[in-house]
């Protein structure tokens, strides 16, 4: 299977408290990408790390990725309720086709 | 900020009828997708686009969908004879290069 795999599925912690989320994959990856998805939204892009890039940040937010476990974790560090959402992690290889993950559902309670 | 947009935000359609959705991708985005998610589950994807031919698509996208861009702004996705099966959110994405933008979703609804 080419698609990412979010765990775990369903994550509930208090606000101000960080949030790990994790992707693992079984094929090579060009990049991947994490997203974000209110309930019955569209697909809100988070960040891109690409596949010889071991670490990435953007705010709150921090990506790794580690190609020799096909792996990649999502950090959302002092977490807020707004952050409360599914997040989804979707890869890319030699073609142009993202494929996504089942995702994990965050709840952040205030 | 640019961004996609897709209309109708949710369309109601009796089973056999057939639908058409509508995106505008972002201006300069060279490659176009479409994506389906029904309710619960994951986004599973349909088909891209590029240069005005399909250059890959999965196999939930048989002879029932077609995809066109008609007018050079527009990228429609048309599902012949829907199913109760096809209710879901189809999503838009366009892309330059690396990162795709989604538009915020069409909810189908067979009937």
């Known amino acids: 299977s080419q698609q990412g795999e979010e765990d775990p599925q369903a994550l509930s912690i208090q606000e101000g408290e960080n949030a790990t989320m994790n992707c693992s994959y079984k094929t090579s990856i060009n990049n991947l990408q994490w997203y974000r998805q209110n309930s019955g939204r569209g697909l809100v892009h988070l960040i891109l790390i690409r596949s010889n890039e071991r670490e990435k940040h953007s705010g709150r937010l921090r990506v790794t990725l580690d190609t020799s476990k096909k792996s990649s974790s999502l950090l959302i560090t002092a977490s807020r309720a707004a952050d409360t959402a599914s997040y989804f992690c979707a890869l890319t290889n030699t073609g142009n086709q993202f494929y996504f993950g089942t995702g994990t559902s965050l709840t952040v309670i205030p | 900020e640019p961004e996609v947009t897709q209309t109708p935000s949710h369309q109601v359609t009796q089973m056999g009828q057939e639908v058409i959705l509508r995106c505008v991708p972002i201006?300069?985005?060279?490659?176009f997708y479409w994506y389906r998610q029904i309710l619960g589950q994951k986004v599973e994807f349909l088909v891209s686009?590029?240069?005005?031919?399909?250059?890959?698509k999965s196999e939930i996208f048989d002879d029932q969908f077609s995809v066109e861009r008609p007018d050079g702004s527009n990228f429609t996705l048309k599902i012949r004879s829907t199913k109760l099966e096809d209710s879901a959110m189809y999503f838009c994405?366009?892309?330059?290069?690396?990162?795709?933008?989604f538009g915020p979703g069409t909810r189908l609804t067979v009937l």
């Open positions: 994405a366009s892309t330059l290069r690396d990162e795709q933008f």
């Open positions: 201006s300069n985005h060279l490659y």
């Open positions: 686009f590029y240069n005005n031919e399909i250059s890959e």
